[in-house]
């Protein structure tokens, strides 16, 4: 089974600031993704960063990186530079090979960003 | 990155009354799938929306319930059916693209439904 683990269920960051949002998994699968999304109060996802199992190299992508630890099954998203529109709910979520490309999702983090 | 529209975007339905989403992608695209997000929650996979065939559900999830259609590769719709006040949810599809890059899925605007 997939499981992903999301422990935050709240955060602050002052702006401009850099803020980690962590995420754990869990499956048995060797070929595996992970993703982070971002949903605004208006509800929309918006994708922000995949990191592959077999991606040696963390993924990046502008502030965004993605912080991988494969022995210890974690995938915690980094924002630099903190901004007011960061403020949203974060969730971490997985595909397995196993169940194809159905995104399982954690329970969600939501950041607040402080002027 | 696919151009995702959904109908409608909000509303409000009275109990015992069915509701068609319709999803439209801007190009054609391997796997369409239906999400549910009830209030204050996570997202939670309804089905994979199949082109041609009948969708593939999830347990805890009936066809009677919420039927899909995906007629060709850019378009499904789902239905949900004789509505309780429990299916009050946001419902998103998402997509993933024949070449995308590191299999990178997209969701669309989400369709915000109340049941009253």
């Known amino acids: 089974a997939q499981k992903i683990t999301q422990t935050q269920p709240g955060m602050f960051v002052q702006e401009k600031e850099a803020v980690t949002l962590d995420c754990t998994y869990d499956?048995?699968?060797?070929?595996?993704?992970l993703f982070w999304y971002k949903q605004p109060s208006s509800g929309e996802m918006i994708f922000l960063i995949y990191?592959?199992?077999?991606?040696?190299q963390n993924a990046t992508e502008g502030r965004y990186s993605l912080n991988f630890q494969k022995a210890r099954k974690s995938a915690n998203l980094v924002i630099s530079a903190s901004q007011l529109g960061d403020s949203a709910m974060y969730f971490c979520a997985m595909t397995t090979l196993t169940y194809g490309n159905k995104l399982v999702f954690g329970a969600g983090t939501i950041l607040r960003v402080k002027s | 990155s696919a151009v995702i529209s959904q109908k409608p975007s909000r509303d409000i339905c009275q109990r015992g009354t069915s509701l068609t989403i319709q999803c439209q992608v801007d190009?054609?695209?391997?796997?369409m799938f239906w999400y549910r997000q009830q209030p204050g929650q996570s997202l939670t996979l309804i089905a994979t929306a199949n082109q041609g065939s009948e969708a593939t559900y999830e347990s805890g999830f009936v066809i009677d319930k919420f039927p899909i259609s995906r007629p060709n590769l850019t378009f499904s719709t789902l239905t949900v059916s004789n509505m309780s006040p429990e299916d009050s949810s946001i419902y998103l599809c998402?997509?993933?693209?024949?070449?995308?890059?590191?299999?990178?899925?997209?969701f669309g605007p989400g369709t915000r439904l109340t049941v009253l």
């Open positions: 499956t048995s699968d060797q070929s595996y993704g």
């Open positions: 190009s054609q695209v391997t796997m």
């Open positions: 990191q592959g199992s077999y991606d040696e």
């Open positions: 998402s997509v993933t693209q024949t070449s995308g890059r590191n299999n990178e899925q997209f």
